[in-house]
């Protein structure tokens, strides 16, 4: 039997979402067709939605597809974290090292990149966006956060 | 007479000092971002999108953000012209022709037909917004709780249907799309949804991090796979000027082009790509010289890029007269408006006609810039086309990082970026294709307080739907276009459609 692995596991998403969103909205009020209750609708969705999923792994055993081809494991790596580590350290930090922490990491996503480039860019990146977000735009950001002693 | 006297207040709004700069800045960065290679204009209007909400002004915000769209599309087809890398499926198009025509040393001519072909089906498609938004307002004012759910079950369907690839999947990517749009607070009962138990998200996801998660960062992810460098044929661009038999060649073409584009537009779902489609179809068949078709034909670059202006213009007609997009930048254009507190819908054109019609008339205006904008500087463009991609993305990431928190200072919104950046490039990675998702996000709470209001005034009957004229033939379509798609016929050309798309 050929199994189409990027069907399979496509569909296998779409069904872990509709168990997410249908558990969830049998803890809730389903009322009547009437008067809807917040788990009416969105009930209905994910059932949709498990049934839809359902269909793609059924089609994945039939028709053999293309391979899902190399992931960007390390783009993944460096680039998903860096708008956490920018909301991690904003309050603590303040804007202009979270800033320049945040660019620097997600520079090392490209195999390409070399560490005195990813400091000037990440120098200047933090420079600038101090300059016209702050200064310019007036953004409220602190710039340093009390552990760098500012207030 | 009514239309002029509109047009007039739109001009008059439209070219303040205060706007035109802003429609100014809107079209440089457009461009500017929508040239670098690689970003799309989704993802470079997702992306610029915090920007235009440090405008206090909505009037100016929605007029940077058209110009932004026009500017991102019109980058686009300069990449597809120069690198042969379309920015979007509807350049994709254009870059069959137009690179070749590149290659043969006649960049400048394609970019400036290009150019040409995009301000005359630019102009002439404001004109129809103008004449056909009024009387549609009309009718929309018309419509019920019950007429507006069946509408947008018909958008969505439709945006289904211009997918490409698998039509399962497309559908349940709407339907994830509209339970993620669920996620917060029912507006009923104040019940608490889906935000797995954390306060920060009692308002909903935020628009721009689902935004940029599914369209900027998936992007950059993909670009991060394979990183070859990227040959420029064109080091640089001379002679801008068509002769006159390119002026000959082209007219009909962008006359045909703007004509289609401005009808298939409307269309909700992606109707701009659909219109270079069919135009470049349409102008192979009608040539003297089908031969020439993908070895450099002009006719190949002015009537596609004519249909896809024209189309991206009149896709604006169903987001002011019915407060639905068409594709998913008009689902941004929603996002934003409701970030700037104005509510989508018929009600934007009679309550707030300043900014309804200066809208209108900065999109003529934005066209104008463009012209002026790109000739001169495509120089500039095609330096910019050199720098390396591994410099931009942490500067992206840096831009998007800001932009996101400084929408509703909640850092639990850049929490939301980085897990719709790992789902947008895992689905992708899947073959699913985004843009339906998009729509169902921004669609789903209007879907569903329709839904119930309709529910609420037919006491429970859902008979409802199909017994009021209107709301039955909106549905009655949305059923047939599903049927046709799936018909096994449709399906192989649909497919062999999308596949020059790739």
């Not at chain 1, 490209?110 to 990146?125: C, Q, T």
């Amino acid at each position: 039997m050929v199994i189409d692995r990027a069907n399979a596991l496509c569909g296998a998403i779409f069904v872990a979402f509709g168990i997410y969103f249908a558990s969830v909205s049998l803890t809730m009020d389903l009322g009547t067709p009437f008067r809807m209750g917040p788990g009416f609708f969105p009930l209905f969705l994910a059932v949709a939605l498990m049934l839809l999923g359902l269909v793609i792994v059924a089609q994945a055993t039939r028709v053999a597809g293309e391979p899902i081809g190399s992931f960007a494991l390390r783009g993944m790596a460096f680039i998903l974290p860096a708008p956490v580590l920018f909301a991690v350290t904003l309050k603590d930090l303040g804007f202009v090292p979270s800033i320049f922490l945040s660019t620097l990491l997600a520079s090392f996503a490209s195999a390409k990149m070399r560490l005195p480039v990813a400091l000037v860019l990440a120098v200047l990146m933090t420079a600038f966006t101090t300059l016209v977000f702050v200064g310019g735009l007036g953004l409220p950001f602190r710039l340093f956060g009390p552990w760098l002693g500012g207030r | 007479m009514d239309l002029f006297d509109n047009l007039a207040l739109g001009f008059s709004v439209a070219s303040t000092v205060y706007n035109l700069g802003f429609c100014f800045i809107g079209v440089l960065l457009g461009t500017l971002i929508g040239v670098l290679p690689g970003i799309g204009p989704t993802a470079t209007i997702a992306m610029l999108l915090p920007i235009t909400f440090q405008i206090g002004d909505p009037t100016a915000a929605l007029i940077m953000l058209a110009g932004i769209y026009y500017g991102a599309q019109y980058g686009g087809s300069t990449t597809a012209i120069l690198i042969n890398l379309p920015g979007e499926s509807s350049s994709a198009v254009t870059a069959i022709d137009g690179y070749q025509m590149a290659r043969k040393g006649r960049a400048g001519v394609a970019l400036a037909t290009a150019a040409i072909g995009s301000f005359f089906a630019g102009t002439v498609s404001t004109f129809l917004v103008a004449l056909l938004a009024p009387p549609l307002t009309a009718i929309a004012l018309q419509f019920g709780a019950a007429e507006y759910f069946s509408l947008m079950v018909l958008g969505l369907i439709s945006s289904i249907a211009l997918a490409s690839g698998s039509i399962v999947k497309a559908l349940a990517m709407v339907v994830l799309g509209l339970l993620l749009g669920l996620v917060g607070t029912d507006i009923y009962t104040g019940t608490p949804r889906f935000n797995l138990g954390i306060r920060e998200y009692s308002d909903g996801l935020n628009f721009v991090a689902v935004a940029v998660g599914v369209f900027g960062i998936a992007e950059i992810l993909r670009n991060l796979e394979d990183e070859h460098e990227r040959s420029v044929a064109i080091k640089k661009v001379t002679s801008l000027f068509p002769t006159r038999e390119d002026w000959k060649r082209m007219a009909a073409p962008i006359l045909r082009g703007t004509a289609l584009g401005s009808a298939l537009g409307v269309l909700p779902g992606g109707g701009a790509i659909l219109a270079a489609f069919a135009s470049y179809t349409v102008e192979k068949r009608v040539a003297r010289n089908p031969d020439e078709f993908g070895k450099g034909a002009i006719e190949g670059v002015a009537g596609p890029e004519s249909a896809n202006n024209a189309g991206a213009q009149t896709s604006f007609i169903p987001l002011l007269t019915l407060g639905i997009p068409a594709n998913p930048v008009m689902a941004l254009m929603i996002g934003a408006m409701i970030i700037q507190g104005i509510v989508p819908g018929p009600n934007v054109a009679t309550e707030q006609p300043a900014l309804f019609w200066g809208i209108i008339a900065s999109m003529w205006i934005g066209n104008v810039m463009l012209v002026i904008l790109n000739l001169p500087l495509v120089g500039l463009w095609v330096k910019l086309l050199t720098v390396p991609y591994y410099v931009l993305f942490p500067i992206i990431m840096g831009f998007c990082a800001i932009g996101i928190y400084s929408v509703n200072s909640n850092i639990y919104d850049l929490y939301s970026v980085a897990f719709f950046g790992l789902v947008g490039y895992l689905l992708v990675k899947l073959r699913c294709e985004p843009a339906p998702l998009l729509l169902g996000f921004v669609l789903g709470p209007l879907l569903e307080e329709n839904l119930r209001r309709a529910m609420i005034l037919s006491r429970g009957d859902f008979s409802t739907f199909v017994t009021r004229p209107i709301s039955a033939t909106l549905l009655g379509i949305a059923a047939v276009v599903l049927i046709v798609v799936l018909l096994p016929s449709v399906r192989r050309k649909r497919e062999e459609v999308f596949v020059e798309d790739e």
